[in-house]
Structures are given as C-alpha cells and as structure tokens.
C-alpha cells in the first residue's frame, strides 16, 4: 500500500464528520379554500354521472366525519327548497318569512356531475430472460396498464340566494401496472382505481369547504459535529416539539458563543516521508491530529454546522407554529451559510403563517355560531 493509500484509509477510518437529512412526518393543518361559517347546514342535491352516486354517499360520509356540519338528505332539502319559495310569495305572513328565511339562509346546497373511464392496454417488449441454472433466452416480457380517468364538477350554492359560492373541477388521473416476466400480465384492481380516483375528487371538494390536515415530511439535519442534534431530532420524530426546541436552541447558541476554532495540523508532518518508520510515526501523528480535531469540533464547530444547528431550530418552531421565531432562526442560518434553501424555506413559513391566520378566523367564526 502507498503512503498516500494509507493516508486516505487513515482519514475514512478515524471518521471525518458529515451531514445528513433525516426527514420527520409532522401534521399541517391547512384552512378550507372559502369561509363555511355562514351555513350550519348543507344538503347534498343530485349529482349526475356514472360516478355520481358513488360521489355523493362519500361525499356525505366526509361531511359527517368531519363533524362541522348538519348534513340533510334530499327529503329535509325539498323542504328548505319549499321553504324558500313560500317565504318568497306574497302570501307568507312577515313572521314566517322571518322564520323562512332564517332556515334557508344558513344552509348550502352541493350538486354537481362526475363521470369516470377505464382504458387498458397490454404492450410487450423483446428481451433476454435466464433459467434457474443461468440460461440465457429470448423473451417477450409483458405490460398491463389501465387507467381510470374522470371528469366533471361540483358546485356550492347559497341556498337562499342561489348563487355559487364555489366551483370546482373534478378531474383525477389514476393507473396500475402489471408486469410478469412472460405470458399474460396479471389483471388489474379496476375497482380500485375507481375507488382512488373518486377519493381524489371528494377530497377536491373538502378541502374546499372544510379544514383539512396533510402530513407533510420536514428535513431535519443530523450533523456528526454536533451530536445533539441528533437527540433534538429524536424527540421531533415522538411528536415533542418543545424539548427538540429546547436541543436545538441550547445547542445552536453554545455554538455560535463559542470563540474556539479548529487546530490545523502540525507543520512538520512531512507527505514526503518514505521510509517505514517515518510513515507509522506520521500516521501517529495524523490519527492525534484529527483526534483532536473531533473532539474539539464540539466546542468549535464550523458556520455550516451552526447553521444546520439554527435550520433544526427554525423547522420546530415553523410547525410548532412559532412563525416569527422561524423566521429569526433561518436567518440565523442563512447568515452564517448562506443557502437558498433557508431563504426558500422563510417563504414557506410566511405562508404557513397566513394560512394559519385564515384557519384561526375560521375556527373562531364557526365556533360563534
């Protein structure tokens, strides 16, 4: 082996510190795209289509799932819809148009169309297959593909005034594939590619209508120059932002106070150095030299690893929803390694920020009902 080629083993073996990302599922609340605070009730009307009355019974199940709303079958919506043309007539007396009018004005009414098709296709292509023993053949190897396709829309309206409150597209994209080496491909979940796509499209109107959650991945760092990190990262994957907080607060601050920085290596550590006794008394050296590099590390740490340090902190506060405090920290991170994802990621919290604004008015003004 070379000098250098011991070198090199030398530097791999004593571990030189590295970064990697360690992705924790956290849970976002997102605010519905209009304000349904007005109406208590909602009535679902008819909704044409082949796939419509599949559409309508999960659609009905989402709204009582999600708890917000009186949902009234199509005989409760005759009645507010006779309601509303009595307490327009000029035979209602002021007190039932009063008590009319109160019934229809809190209510809204969902109809619409949707309709799905399923394509398949069966393709092949020429290839080299082999045996057990290792024979190589020629073969033919074998796609299916189907597809479901939908399309259609969905329309909220104010029952009392009969204008839309909200419109939306019901277009959705679904596929599988089966792929045997040879003969025929298995067959397709054709049923469960229109039961995919039908999700897609009342999550469509849900997340119109009503808040709704989505589990999105955050990008912690795990820096071997800080091994608390690591600990802060642990308590964000058992859902407890506040002592992962903490971690990386103490952590990030002790880092940057710090004044100590890395020792270079000794100067007369000679590469030139060839025969055997100089070499193992240069690898002496080396392995003390770098040695003393990781153990300092942890007091001297470099910008880039203060800066994954505040990058850590700034992602738990953005979903402990500490919006401003994630702000200060990415700039932090920015400043002392500027990157374009920390400027990136401050957009993001401005927006997580006016969401959650538009959620808690929301909240608040269904609550007030």
């Known amino acids: 082996m070379t000098f250098r080629a011991i070198i090199s083993v030398l530097m791999l073996a004593v ?25 208590k009730r909602i009535a679902i009307g008819e909704i044409k289509g082949s796939m419509g009355q599949h559409y309508s019974d999960r659609v009905k199940n989402s709204l009582v799932e999600s708890g917000r709303f009186e949902v009234v079958d199509r005989s409760q919506l005759q009645s507010i819809l006779r309601e509303r043309s009595f307490s327009q007539s000029d035979s209602a007396n002021p007190n039932q148009q009063k008590k009319s009018g109160k019934l229809i004005s ?7 169309h949707t309709s799905g098709e399923y394509s398949e296709e069966v393709t092949y292509r020429e290839s080299s297959c082999s045996t057990s023993g ?12 189907g597809e479901v396709r939908t399309d259609g829309s969905i329309d909220v309206i104010d029952v009392q005034t009969g204008k839309i409150i909200k419109s939306k597209p019901l277009n959705a994209t679904c596929n599988q594939k089966t792929s045997p080496v040879e003969g025929t491909p298995p067959g397709i979940d054709k049923g469960g590619l229109l039961g995919e796509c039908l999700g897609k499209n009342v999550m469509i109107l849900m997340k119109a209508i009503s808040p709704w959650r989505e589990t999105v991945m955050a990008a912690f760092v795990k820096d071997d120059a800080m091994p608390d990190l690591e600990k802060g990262i642990s308590y964000a994957k058992a859902g407890n932002m506040d002592e992962a ?5 103490s952590t990030a601050k002790a880092a940057e ?14 590469p030139e150095a060839t025969g055997s006794s100089d070499i193992f008394q ?4 080396m392995v003390s030299t770098v040695s003393a ?10 910008p880039e690893s203060i800066a994954n340090a505040y990058w850590n902190l700034g992602l738990a506060y953005e979903y402990s929803r500490e919006f401003d405090k994630a702000v200060e920290a990415f700039k932090k991170a920015n400043s002392f390694n500027p990157k374009p994802e920390y400027t990136s990621e401050i957009a993001n919290v401005q927006r997580l920020k006016r969401q959650h604004t538009k959620l808690k008015t929301q909240e608040e003004a269904s609550a007030g009902q």
Request: proline residues 6%.
């Open 134 to 145: 290792g024979v190589r053949y020629r073969c033919n190897l074998y796609t299916r593909r």
């Open 15 to 39: 571990g030189i510190s590295g970064c990697m990302t360690v992705k924790v599922p956290v849970q976002v609340t997102r605010p519905a795209e209009i304000d349904m605070s007005p109406y």
């Open 106 to 112: 809190a209510a809204a009414l969902i109809q619409g």
């Open 257 to 270: 106070t710090s004044n100590m920085t890395v020792k270079p290596a000794p100067d007369n550590v000679a």
């Open 245 to 249: 907080i903490r971690i990386f607060a």
């Open 282 to 285: 240069l690898l002496g050296k």
């Open 293 to 302: 590099k990781t153990f300092e590390s942890n007091a001297s740490a470099k």
